[in-house]
T-cell receptor, first 111, second 113 residues
Framework: KQEVTQIPAALSVPEGENLVLNCSFT??????LQWFRQDPGKGLTSLLL?????REQTSGRLNASLDKSSGRSTLYIAASQPGDSATYLC??????????FGTGTRLTVIP | GAGVSQTPSNKVTEKGKYVELRCDPI?????LYWYRQSLGQGPEFLIY????????DSGLPNDRFFAVRPEGSVSTLKIQRTERGDSAVYLC???????????FGPGTRLTVL
């Protein structure tokens, strides 16, 4: 069964810092990988989707990379802002079509 | 356009009662997914529909859980004889087709007293 791990579980940084969130998965036979943001008590907002054939995707201050062979992905956030404070979830989609999620990284950006 | 919507946003019920949770996917999306998220955890897959049929229900925890999508659009997740352990946020997602990006609704927070 696919297992997804996210490190660290929580992270606090001062405003303006660049940061990296890590995601690893055990089975490299994936169709795609998605990064989501979840605010407290809210649903999931899709940030970036990387197809298995791609190496990275960028959206604004966010950059996600994928190394499928090693089972790793990173989410890079540039010039962090207090509004970036949320839980970030990584999920991989396998041939079973459903997503396997990590437990998330809770990010706090301190003004 | 409108995103995925879920009703109710909150549901409080008593142990042993029956509940129904509704999901309205994005118009035109053929695939629909249900997930359950417990506090401090990532969402866990329950069931997925392609059109009207349940293509994979391997994530349903037991036979008290059932879901339907009779016309290939709206879906209802049904839980019989609720237990306190069923308390969680139930999330619905839809995608244009399988293996496409999934878009999530705001979830229904179910509390079983």
């Amino acid at each position: 069964k696919q297992e997804v791990t996210q490190i660290p579980a929580a992270l606090s940084v001062p405003e303006g810092e660049n940061l990296v969130l890590n995601c690893s998965f055990t089975d490299s036979a994936i169709y795609n990988l998605q990064w989501f943001r979840q605010d407290p008590g809210k649903g999931l907002t899709s940030l970036l989707l990387i197809q298995s054939s791609q190496r990275e995707q960028t959206s604004g201050r966010l950059n996600a990379s994928l190394d499928k062979s090693s089972g790793r992905s990173t989410l890079y956030i540039a010039a962090s802002q207090p509004g970036d404070s949320a839980t970030y979830l990584c999920a991989v989609q396998t041939g079973a079509n459903n997503l396997f999620f990590g437990t998330g990284t809770r990010l706090t950006v301190i003004p | 356009g409108a995103g995925v919507s879920q009703t109710p946003s909150n549901k409080v019920t008593e142990k042993g009662k029956y509940v129904e949770l509704r999901c309205d996917p994005i118009s035109g999306h053929t695939a629909l997914y249900w997930y359950r998220q417990s506090l401090g955890q990532g969402p866990e897959f329950l069931i997925y529909f392609q059109g009207t049929g349940a293509a994979d229900d391997s994530g349903l925890p037991n036979d008290r859980f059932f879901a339907v999508r009779p016309e290939g659009s709206v879906s209802t997740l049904k839980i019989q004889r609720t237990e306190r352990g069923d308390s969680a946020v139930y999330l619905c997602a839809s995608s244009l087709n399988v293996n496409n990006e999934q878009f999530f609704g705001p979830g229904t927070r179910l509390t079983v007293l």
